[in-house]
């Protein structure tokens, strides 16, 4: 599905569906339904593209892929976090929430909207580097549960996804700053 959506490459969404994008090649498929069930038809159809979107990211990285999470909840926002143990790229693809739309950031970070019935939860995905202490990691884990993780205490300890989901769907996003400079 990836498609650019202000500087984001949207992996898959149900956020932002439009039946009328939908409706002539609904309406020709499916010329017995009521437009009520051409709506649920599209439904049901962008659901089995998720499916497929998990297909095309079956790509498995060498440690676990830690979800940071801005959380709302209906007394005010919380931070969290939670770990795909599996650490592969699919298994990001998971909500329980009533609507989600995974995409890569201009950053190159995998991030995923989640909207629910007290709000939306905010997440960023991000594989820890090979490096990593188990020290640094449980550091880094506190430091999130407390609100108190920084963007550079982040990268520190993990490195985004973005540059294996651009290689499967073949679009570009910016070097980090760190690589430009090495490779001078």
Known sequence: ???KQNDRHIIWSDIHLDFEDWRADLEEQYPDLSEDELIQKMYEINSDYLGDE??????QLSQPILVVADIGRWDGR?????????????DCLYSEMDMCEWYVDKYGDLR????HHDGTNHYLYRVYK??????QIENLKAKIYDGKATRADITRVTRRLGDEIAAVYGFDIPRQKKNIERAR
């Open 1 to 3: 599905m990836s498609s």
């Open 54 to 59: 998990r297909m095309n990211l079956n790509v």
């Open 78 to 90: 919380y931070d969290g976090y939670a770990e795909i143990k599996t650490g592969n790229i699919k």
């Open 112 to 115: 995923a909207d989640a909207v």
């Open 130 to 135: 090979d490096t990593a202490t188990d020290s």
